[in-house]
Nanobody, 137 residues
Framework: QVQPVEHGGGSVQAGESLRLSCAYS????????IGWFRQVPGKEREAVAA????????YYVDSMRGRFTISQDKTKNLFHLQMNGLKPEDSAIYYC??????????????????????????????WGQGTQVTVSS
């Protein structure tokens, strides 16, 4: 795939859970930094979590830690964002983004780039179309 594709959005009640999925084909010769962002109309896009495939490291915004979990399903080329205990303020369009790193880079160097850039939209080259999450009280 040339860009990520998100699935799993929908409408839920406060306190319920959703699992978003990001489909993105992986090249054997590249590591990837997979980021999850969310955006409310009229506000700037904000980072939620990220996953580096080389070391299977995950990163979270402090306010999401403990409620949101990112994971990889290697057999299906999917990256999941499990969201538990959803709140109305979590309502947003959620985007999956991907940045590829050449295997010419060391795993540590690529991980460093992912770790340093996952919180900014400019750190990702490929973006999905987004999926709507609505949480009602």
């Amino acid at each position: 795939q040339v860009q990520p594709v998100e699935h799993g959005g929908g409408s839920v009640q406060a306190g319920e859970s959703l699992r978003l999925s990001c489909a993105y084909s992986l090249n054997a010769d590249r590591y990837r930094c997979i980021g999850w962002f969310r955006q409310v109309p009229g506000k700037e896009r904000e980072a939620v979590a990220a996953f580096y495939t080389g070391t299977e490291s995950s990163y979270y915004v402090d306010s999401m830690r403990g409620r949101f979990t990112i994971s990889q399903d290697k057999t299906k080329n999917l990256f999941h964002l499990q969201m538990n205990g959803l709140k109305p303020e979590d309502s947003a369009i959620y985007y999956c983004a991907a940045e590829s790193y050449s295997r010419l880079l060391s795993t540590a160097a690529a991980e460093r780039r992912c770790e340093n850039n996952w919180k900014t939209a400019a750190g990702f080259h490929s973006w999905g179309q987004g999926t709507q999450v609505t949480v009602s009280s």
